[in-house]
């Protein structure tokens, strides 16, 4: 029986058990401890619980960026996406992260949806490796491991050290757990209506209810798997039971993958259907075959022959149940990792694109707040929402243009205030991720995306808020510049609006090439805006009564443009080696 026993378990001890309401040890004898059996389970249950979230905290953060890398470089096609999807959510210990940063590499477009089915597949491998750890019961290491976890927690004062002290002292808070409901259960094993329950967990469907309700209410089928394991070790549970009980939490963890795509871009919802698509037809296609997996199982698992009855399946049938989730897992990955280009498609057609009526002005794509516990993860997210700001950045330079020659900046004043909106989202996630214990290097991060999020909102208030009052003011007074004016300002727009596109790239993604290109831009900038002051210069004796009104509009350009030329500029030295940003 699995964690979703636990809570039968706990029913079972506090309600009473067997006639009369009393569960009494085989042949007679004093009545069960109901009230202490039941507050040593749930303090057991709370303590391997907390453990698994410490555990996976520490574990996410200290590897978190590794781990992200990892994702993005080896998932260039389903096989090796799959397998990095095993190995990262092997490491974080947590799918539902796993998912997220695949959402956000295929909203980016880093990952295809095909690729990102691999990953989502490959994450069901990872989550079972709690339960190998737990099926070894060395709970005689809980105690070292929590006393080493938290001096490395203490000593540290946070940094990557404390993160393992975390993980470290998470696991010694597993085996703890485990061993503290193996006690508290272990009365249980001569109970005859405790047994008469037992028995009916072999009912496949039955124990595949258990086991997705449990994990639903958890939200972890890693911690539903363990749990399995743990009431193995105290022989309350056979191989069929918890095969079937590891069945039911892959389909109840779909209720957290679910969740967490309300709300989110289509692309979230998409890898949520891939995630409960693959999870129920993996359960379904082989319950019919239970029987032939624990037999596998029995075969590659070893074997306590000097051991017989109850005291032989306690020692046994643990690592059988972890086993048996593990080749499962690997199985279902064999059977429908050449089918991912159907699920993608599945997919797609279950979360169509569509033309959605936008009712506010812009909304973030990449942040979540699933994450802000994560820093290196969450920081990664928010310079992704940089990506989005530049966009819109982006979109008003090629604006320009058009606004001058249709005398209207309404599109240009758009874009700007998005920007606006977009900085102050950043800002506000980077103030939750700033109250997490960060490294040096997360820190140093943090303030660079902090200070990229203002320089990208800068940067398009000038090309929107400070153009636009003077193309407000030449549509006023009617004024048109002759063609040789036009066609040195366009090409001089023109060097302008390479460098802002280039500086964007450079202090987003941090590209010194970018960030040099940009550099590259500033003689032809000055080049031609001395030209144009030549021009304007010698055209101020012309007889023209609107000519000095037509000079300083055109020189205010002129020097808009320049300042616009200066900050991209700003942006790219800030990316360049010797820069205090930089580093």
């Not at 258990?210 to 890693?222: E, H, R």
């Amino acid at each position: 029986m699995g964690t979703g026993s636990g809570w039968i378990v706990v029913a079972l001890v506090l309600a009473g058990a067997g006639p009369a309401g009393a569960a009494l040890p085989e042949g007679g004898g004093e009545p069960l401890d109901r009230l202490g059996m039941g507050i040593a389970l749930f303090g057991g249950l709370a303590l391997f619980l907390y453990g698994m979230e410490k555990m996976t905290d520490g574990l996410k953060a200290a590897a978190g960026e590794q781990m992200k890398v990892l994702l993005a470089k080896l998932t260039r096609n389903p096989v090796s996406g799959a397998v990095t999807g095993a190995l990262v959510t092997a490491v974080i210990q947590s799918s539902s992260v796993t998912t997220v940063l695949v959402v956000g590499f295929v909203s980016a477009g880093l990952m295809t949806l095909v690729q990102s089915v691999g990953v989502i597949f490959g994450a069901n491998v990872g989550t079972t490796i709690t339960a190998q750890i737990v099926a070894f019961n060395v709970t005689a290491a809980a105690l070292p491991l929590i006393t080493v976890g938290f001096a490395m927690n203490f000593l540290s004062k946070g940094g990557r050290a404390g993160h393992y002290g975390d993980m470290l002292m998470g696991l010694g808070l597993i085996f703890y757990g485990m061993a503290a409901m193996g006690q508290a259960m272990a009365p249980l094993r001569v109970s005859p209506g405790f047994i008469e329950l037992m028995q009916s967990m072999e009912n496949p469907l039955l124990g595949m209810l258990v086991g997705a309700v449990f994990t639903a209410l958890v939200q972890s089928s890693s911690a539903t798997i363990s749990l399995a394991v743990v009431m193995a070790t105290q022989g309350l549970v056979t191989l069929p039971a918890g095969i079937a009980i590891v069945f039911g939490a892959k389909i109840g963890t779909c209720v957290t993958a679910l969740l967490a795509s309300l709300g989110k871009p289509r692309d979230a919802l998409r890898a949520a259907v891939v995630h409960v698509t693959y999870n129920v037809l993996g359960a379904l296609v082989w319950v019919a075959f239970i029987e032939q997996l624990a037999a596998v199982a029995v075969w590659i698992s070893p074997t306590a022959p000097e051991l017989r009855g109850a005291e032989r399946a306690a020692a046994e049938v643990p690592r059988q149940i972890a086993n048996a989730a593990t080749m499962w897992a690997v199985a279902n990955v064999v059977i429908f990792l050449p089918m991912s280009a159907l699920f993608a498609r599945f997919a797609r057609r279950i979360v169509p694109d569509r033309v959605e009526v936008e009712t506010t002005l812009v909304t973030p794509r990449f942040l979540d707040d699933t994450l802000v516990q994560v820093p290196s993860l969450a920081l990664e997210r928010a310079r992704l929402e940089l990506g989005h700001m530049a966009e819109l950045a982006e979109e008003a330079a090629e604006r320009v243009p058009t606004a001058f020659r249709a005398r209207d900046t309404t599109e240009l004043t758009k874009r700007y205030e998005a920007t606006a909106v977009l900085r102050t989202a950043i800002l506000d996630y980077l103030q939750r991720i700033g109250r997490q214990t960060l490294t040096d290097e997360e820190a140093a991060e943090h303030a660079r995306v902090a200070y990229a999020a203002a320089e990208i909102e800068h940067l398009c208030a000038a090309m929107t808020r400070e153009l636009a009052p003077l193309v407000e003011e030449f549509a006023g007074a009617g004024l048109s510049a002759s063609d040789a004016t036009n066609a040195m300002l366009e090409e001089l727009y023109g060097a302008v609006h390479r460098a802002a596109s280039e500086g964007l790239k450079a202090i987003v993604d941090r590209d010194e090439r970018a960030a040099q290109e940009v550099v590259a831009q500033r003689e032809v900038v000055w080049r031609i805006g001395t030209e144009v002051l030549t021009q304007q210069a010698a055209r101020l004796a012309e007889d023209d009564p609107q000519r000095l009104l037509k000079h300083r509009l055109q020189v205010d350009v002129l020097d808009k443009l320049r300042r616009i030329y200066a900050m991209a500029e700003d942006m790219a030295v800030s990316v360049l080696p010797g820069s205090a940003l930089a580093r």
